[in-house]
């Protein structure tokens, strides 16, 4: 192993301080970005050879009431199965599905 850091003087470890704090405080920002951004893509399966996902439906064929995945995990996509509950407890959302229905 090498142990050069032993024969650095006091004025060697000064002039290495400032690379040190910028290394820090790169790695503190990456941090922060990648923490901003959990769980990276939404989409994860989902017809990813598609620029854009988009679903369309007549209200009449809706019947009483529909709901619908806003998680993307859904096996049943664009329908609800549940898959939110454990999105949520993996990554500390709070995430939930789109109701849609009927005035009674």
Do not use: Q
């Not at 704090?21 to 399966?45: E, Q, R």
């Not at 990813?48 to 988009?54: A, F, I, P, R, T």
């Amino acid at each position: 192993m090498m142990e050069f850091y032993k024969n650095l003087s006091a004025a060697d470890w000064a002039s290495l301080l400032p690379f040190g704090i910028a290394c820090a405080a790169v790695g503190f920002g990456a941090k922060t970005l990648i923490d901003k951004k959990i769980g990276g893509p939404v989409n994860l399966s989902i017809r990813k050879g598609e620029s854009k996902v988009v679903h369309s439906m007549d209200i009449e064929d809706l019947g009483d009431k529909a709901v619908f995945c806003r998680c993307w995990r859904s096996a049943k996509f664009p329908y609800c199965d549940g898959s939110h509950t454990a999105h949520n407890a993996a990554f500390g959302d709070n995430v939930g599905p789109l109701i849609i229905k009927k005035k009674e």
